[in-house]
């Protein structure tokens, strides 16, 4: 059974940074690209960055390009998302997010997600 | 704001059918999926694809697309209580490099 366990939110100040981590399990953590998706306070998903499997490739949404980074350990079926230069606008609950068999965007599997909340 | 467009909200009758619409550019190029979420619950892939389902989704459950008007469509035959959640699509961005989702269309099963 896939299993995906966010960690590592908490509440952060404007301009602060953190990280997220993601244990994976279930399935052969290398040969998938790996997400993040988020959803703010009482809005709707939005897509923030993948990952290639043999962690070499990764691109972002427009809206985090810059300050966020995203990386992977496969030696430890991890997953990790380093969040800097934080606004209130970065609040929610961010999830980590294994594609289908298929392939992106089919997101197949979907862990109980972690919540940041910017704040001052 | 997002590259996909759903519509707010929707309602429909307990064992009607209700159909929920996506449109975006990428849509000419990409095929939709469509994800399920419940309150206080992470989302659930209900259709990819075009129109597949995962194991365990129930078939009243499928999905469509139009290249040619660049909008995709899912579609619940015979709605249950059940079903009543938000719905969102999601597809590559028009330059296939990136994802996007809808703004989510909220179904209410009366």
């Known amino acids: 059974e896939v299993q995906l366990v966010e960690s590592g939110g908490t509440m952060v100040q404007p301009g602060g940074s953190l990280r997220l981590s993601c244990a994976a399990s279930g399935f052969i953590f290398r040969t998938y690209s790996m997400h993040w998706v988020r959803q703010g306070p009482g809005k709707g998903l939005e897509w923030v960055s993948v990952?290639?499997?043999?962690?070499?490739?990764?691109d972002y949404a427009d809206s985090v390009r810059g300050r966020f980074t995203i990386s992977r350990d496969n030696n430890r079926n991890s997953l990790f998302l380093q969040l800097t230069s934080l606004t209130t606008e970065d609040s929610g609950l961010y999830y980590c997010v294994k594609e289908h068999s298929t392939g992106w965007p089919n997101f197949a599997q979907w862990g109980q997600g972690t919540l940041v909340t910017v704040s001052s | 704001s997002s590259d996909l467009t759903q519509d707010p909200a929707v309602s429909v009758a307990l064992g009607q059918t209700v159909t929920i619409t996506c449109r975006g550019d990428?849509?000419?190029?990409?095929?939709a999926s469509w994800y399920q979420q419940k309150p206080g619950q992470a989302p659930i892939l209900v259709v990819y694809g075009e129109n597949q389902r995962p194991s365990g989704v129930p078939d009243r459950f499928s999905g469509s697309r139009s290249r040619g008007t660049g909008s995709a469509a899912l579609t619940i035959t015979g709605a249950q209580a059940e079903d009543e959640a938000d719905y969102y699509c999601n597809s590559r961005d028009i330059t296939g490099n990136l994802v996007t989702f809808g703004g989510g269309t909220s179904v209410t099963v009366l």
């Open positions: 990952i290639r499997g043999n962690g070499r490739g990764a």
């Open positions: 990428s849509l000419r190029i990409f095929s």
